[in-house]
């Protein structure tokens, strides 16, 4: 068997021709959605990350702030850059780019944003709703993106078995709550660090997911045949054949193609779709302010 592609590049393409629509409407009212982002510091990574969500605000004609802070920021200025943009009338969303600078409380700054601009959806009140089950939060983009592959893809969940590897704030927490969701109806189990036997607990999976970052963690042998498997793991390994020396690879090992029924490739899996989703939050933040 080799496994289906799940290309989040396309599904990425069509959300964002979805929302070309929406912004289309919001225009005759006279918004143009706004993302402001901050990046304190120098990590290339971060700016790389930054970039692409610059460029995908300017594909689809939302407006994009970027705030540039020396990595010697103090928690007080970063704090002071949120409340102005807090307060900014035509400012629909707020991101401020993580890893923060050594010394800096990421989690007093994501508090500090406004839940309605907290387009990233890592505010309390965000991930408090989203335990609640209730509507009118943000969804965090990369467990939302994972959704939709998962939702677009025709993937039953109902009565399924899902494991979600890792148990991060940002990705395998928030995921394994919505897998687990009414009407999204699955039975999640969640591994981590300390879990025994993650092989065989991975391979009952009818949807497996791998938020670890640890390259190829997951081998053909911990996989259902047939099972949906969702790579979000991004990372970076030396190779000589390449001009940059380097290249990315995600947590499941090549061999899982020959198993899996379906399965995103990494790089153009996840990724598109977690910018995919900051997009459509900007823009439910510019419906609800308009
Ligand atoms: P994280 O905060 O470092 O969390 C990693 C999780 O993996 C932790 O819960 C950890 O368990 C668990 N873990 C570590 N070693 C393990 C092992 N041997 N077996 C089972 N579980 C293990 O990472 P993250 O921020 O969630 O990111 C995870 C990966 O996804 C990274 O490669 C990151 O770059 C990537 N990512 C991709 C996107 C995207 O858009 N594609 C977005 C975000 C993140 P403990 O809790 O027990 O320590």
Same mark, same amino acid.
């Given at each position: ?48 990350? /930054? ?29 002071? /850059? ?26 007093? /700054? ?118 949906? /498997? ?8 030396? &190779? ?10 995600? &947590? ?39």
């Amino acid at each position: 068997m080799t496994a289906i592609v799940l290309d989040g590049k396309t599904m990425a393409q069509e959300i964002e021709n979805e929302l070309l629509e929406r912004i289309g409407i919001l225009a005759t009212l006279g918004t143009v959605p706004c993302l402001a982002v901050v990046i304190a510091g120098n990590d290339p990574a971060s700016h790389v990350y /930054v970039r692409n969500k610059e460029a995908a605000c300017s594909r689809l004609g939302v407006m994009s702030i970027r705030i540039d802070l020396p990595e010697s920021v103090s928690q007080k200025e970063l704090m002071d /850059v949120v409340s102005e943009l807090n307060n900014d009338e035509k400012i629909h969303g707020i991101l401020v780019q993580s890893p923060l600078p050594k010394g800096l409380d990421e989690f007093e /700054v994501t508090e500090s944003i406004s839940p309605e601009k907290d387009v990233d959806g890592f505010h309390p009140s965000n991930l408090g709703r989203l335990v609640m089950g209730l509507d009118g939060g943000f969804l965090p983009c990369t467990p939302a993106g994972i959704m939709e592959i998962i939702e677009r893809s025709g993937t039953v969940t109902s009565g399924k078995s899902s494991v979600v590897l890792g148990r991060s704030r940002i990705v395998g927490m928030p995921l394994s709550l919505m897998l687990a969701m009414k009407g999204v109806d699955s039975t999640v189990t969640v591994v981590h660090s300390k879990s025994v036997e993650p092989r065989e607990i991975c391979k009952a999976a009818d949807i497996l997911v791998s938020a670890v970052g640890v390259p190829g963690i997951v081998k053909a042998d911990w996989i259902k045949e047939g099972a949906t /498997v969702i790579d979000v793991g991004i990372n970076r390994v030396l &190779d000589n054949s390449k001009k940059s020396g380097s290249r990315i690879i995600g &947590d499941v090992d090549e061999g899982a193609w020959g198993v899996a029924g379906r399965m995103t490739p990494v790089p153009g899996g996840v990724g598109p779709m977690t910018i995919a989703m900051l997009m459509k939050n900007t823009v439910i933040s510019a419906e609800r302010k308009s």
